[in-house]
């Protein structure tokens, strides 16, 4: 792969684009969030091989947690709440909610939407959320039996990291979340990410090995191992993106 475009930083610039632990493209738009105050959350237009500053929202600031955009609203799983913002203007976005649990369910570090439904994973489980109003988004379920990290949601079903291996949690009733089945650990431990791409799940992880593995969720009671990958260098393996029929896996191209 080549670097085509870039948007590069400047002490000049009025607004400054750095400390950006996470981001996410939709539409067309590229969204990123700082965690350093005055730079906070921007949206930037992907025009051909370049990147044009739209918005941007200098205090609103999150950690390293995950983002997603759904309709006209990225939501953020920060390291202390969970923030919504409004995107229906590119130019004009602005900060629609933030629900703060006051430290009572720990960092969110994971985050998905399926309908109206939001998931976020958290370090003793996972919370479903009622985003049918996404300016008054409420808690309306938990799931706490496992430990999650990273969470993809699709289906009616959420995907989380748990306790080394992978749980399968249904969401088809948000107020009552329950894991239907866990991924065994004998096929991958300490998971560095995954991604969920129509019924395929992709995770990488580094027990036994430096691996990427596949499996069909079509039965998401059941999911079946139908591919595995491993790498022989002592670099490990990080997080995957996945987009038709490549995936990206830190840095690997497969």
């Known amino acids: ?8 930083d400047s002490i000049n610039l009025a607004l400054k684009y750095y400390d950006i632990g996470t981001v996410t493209t939709a539409n067309g738009v590229l969204y990123t969030l700082s965690s350093s105050d005055g730079c ?5 237009n992907i025009s051909g091989n370049s990147l044009v500053q739209a918005g941007n929202l200098p205090h609103v600031i999150g950690g390293s947690g995950k983002m997603v955009v759904s ?3 990225a939501y953020m799983a920060t390291r202390d709440n969970l923030k919504i913002i409004s995107v229906a203007n590119t130019y004009t976005p602005s900060l629609a909610s933030t629900f703060n649990d006051s430290g009572q369910m ?10 109206n439904t939001l998931c ?3 370090g003793s489980g996972l919370q479903t959320f009622d985003i049918s109003a996404p300016v008054s988004t409420k808690v309306v379920g938990q799931c706490s039996e496992f430990s999650g990290y990273f969470c993809v949601v699709g289906n009616g079903k959420a995907y989380a990291e748990s306790n080394a291996c992978i749980s399968v949690i249904d969401i088809t009733t948000p107020s009552s979340p329950h894991q239907v089945v866990s ?14 791409s129509g019924s395929r799940l992709y995770a990488t992880g580094t027990t036994p090995d430096n691996r990427f593995v596949a499996f069909d969720v ?3 009671s059941n999911p079946l191992l139908i591919g595995i990958k491993t790498f022989t260098d002592s670099r490990g393996v990080g997080p995957v993106a996945v987009s038709g029929n490549r995936a990206v896996v830190g840095g690997t191209v497969l």
Not at 40 to 44: A, D, I, K, N
């Open 1 to 8: 792969p080549a670097t085509v475009g870039a948007l590069m």
């Open 40 to 44: 906070g959350f921007s949206t930037l």
């Open 71 to 73: 309709g006209n609203y």
């Open 106 to 115: 720990g960092y969110y570090t994971g985050i998905g939407v399926s309908g």
């Open 120 to 122: 976020a994973a958290y």
């Open 183 to 196: 991924i065994p650990p004998s096929t991958v431990q300490f998971i560095n990410g995954i991604a969920l």
């Open 218 to 220: 079509s039965n998401p």
